[in-house]
């Protein structure tokens, strides 16, 4: 029976993937999807001796679940708060359960995962998002599908914004990238159509991201890029790499200097917008520092408590178009500390990752190409996060904790468990190092 439970608990994040959606049914579900939580902590306790395994991120996510319960004491709307309080909840059982798995297998299940997860939402956005010129001609392609559809469940008159669409790609977009340019001979090894289904699928997603008009998306994957490709080219490339990018920049902000503040962030909303937003979350957060105003409450008391004066009241303000302002709206100070705490974690372990990757010459191991998808990943996604937002608890935010699983998971692969790492293939005038067996070879007479 144990043996059993045991086995049953390497699927379990295929369990979580399923709980997805059951925050956003009808209340029971909710409940439902809390239940099968907590019966997998009492099986981690009885069959692994532990509730949660230790990560760099146990404090922070700690402060994180106490703050999400002082929020949840403080809410004003029981059921405006509960989906997204259980979709946090079901993202952080996410994460361990990644974080474990990964500790006893192999990591790119988890990463051909979240590839195909990102295709899905690919999908997804074709079907359920309303194209704006010049891309109008993705809403015929997208009725051409035989599941096409316009009533996604909690969506705005049944559509998915383009800026959230935008956001989730810059979580994708970089990781295939990284993977497709460093796995590319690996991959065209294993199958050449696999390899060429993969290449086309990241570049059709680029396409799409661009699509959405979102420029902070646009900016974010630029950025992102630049880091990729700063993997994979040598010092003197890296130079030239970093010359263009900055040239670029000072191009783009004299360019974006004579815009008006409507067209620098690229939707109706625009800059001016936003800066409103900014300012009554700032006064939210000065009257309520320790509570916040609950999960997902900012949308209900802004126009109430805060009111707008260049926005009108009829319009949703679903968040505050910034991430980190968002999560000390939903969990207070505290809960934005600790929600920085993770960013900041997750920098320092693929430094890390990476500095012991350059130590132990394995530049061409497979992690590598991980830890620059990674990196790109979630680089785009802090950028876009200044100008736009994928609250904690959205629908699509499971796709973060499944990024900073890898991290967590990558960094024990190469730094703890003491796996093997130098694989590539490197000549000497009088060592070749091949597969990792040192031949000592003799120079050869003239």
Not at 171 to 193: C, D, E, H, N
Not at 329 to 334: I, R, T
Not at 367 to 376: C, D, E, H, P
Request: charged content about 10%; some cysteine; aromatic content about 12%.
């Amino acid at each position: 029976m144990l043996n059993l439970i045991r086995k049953a608990l390497d699927w379990e994040w295929l369990l979580l993937l399923l709980l997805l959606p059951f925050p956003f049914l009808p209340q029971i579900f909710p409940v439902l999807a809390l239940l099968i939580i907590v019966l997998l902590l009492i099986a981690h306790k009885l069959i692994l001796g532990y509730f949660i395994p230790p990560t760099p991120y146990n404090a922070a996510i700690l402060v994180m679940l106490l703050s999400l319960g002082v929020s949840l004491w403080a809410t004003f709307e029981f059921a405006l708060s509960l989906p997204k309080i259980v979709s946090i909840i079901v993202g952080i059982t996410l994460f361990f359960s990644i974080v474990r798995l990964n500790k006893e297998r192999a990591i790119w299940t988890i990463a051909g995962v979240f590839i195909a997860l990102g295709i899905m939402m690919v999908v997804v956005g074709l079907v359920g998002t309303q194209w704006q010129p010049p891309f109008a001609f993705l809403n015929r392609l997208a009725e051409l599908l035989p599941f096409a559809a316009n009533n996604f469940l909690g969506t705005a008159e049944g559509f998915i914004n383009a800026n959230e669409l935008a956001g989730v790609l810059c979580w994708t977009v970089p990781f295939m990238m990284a993977l497709s340019i460093g796995l590319r001979q690996r991959l065209w090894q294993i199958s050449p159509v696999l390899y060429g289904l993969i290449v086309a699928s990241t570049l059709f997603t680029a396409f799409l991201l661009v699509a959405t008009s979102s420029r902070g998306g646009v900016l974010a994957f630029g950025i992102s890029i630049i880091l990729i490709l700063g993997f994979f080219v040598n010092g003197r490339w890296r130079l030239v790499l970093a010359s263009g990018a900055l040239i670029s920049f000072l191009i783009l902000f004299s360019y974006g200097r004579n815009l008006v503040a409507d067209d620098i962030v690229g939707d109706t909303l625009g800059l001016s917008g936003r800066i409103e937003i900014w300012s009554r979350a700032f006064l939210v957060l000065q009257d309520h520092p320790l509570t916040g105003v609950s999960v997902n409450g900012f949308r209900r008391v802004v126009h109430v408590l805060y009111p707008l004066f260049g926005i009108a009241d009829e319009i949703d303000i679903a968040h505050a178009h910034n991430h980190l302002l968002q999560a000390g709206l939903d969990l207070g100070l505290p809960g934005l500390i600790s929600y920085l705490a993770l960013w900041i974690i997750s920098a320092i372990l693929l430094i890390a990752t990476f500095r012991h990757l350059i130590r132990r010459r394995a530049t061409r191991h497979p992690y590598y190409s991980l830890v620059a998808g990674l990196g790109g990943s979630l680089l785009a996604g802090w950028i876009f996060g200044l100008f736009d937002a994928i609250a904690l608890g959205a629908r699509p935010s499971f796709m973060w904790w499944i990024l900073i699983g890898l991290t967590a998971s990558v960094h024990y692969a190469v730094v703890y468990s003491g796996e093997h790492l130098h694989t590539h293939r490197r000549v000497t005038s009088d060592r070749v190092v091949m597969d990792n067996n040192p031949v000592t070879t003799r120079p050869m007479r003239p």
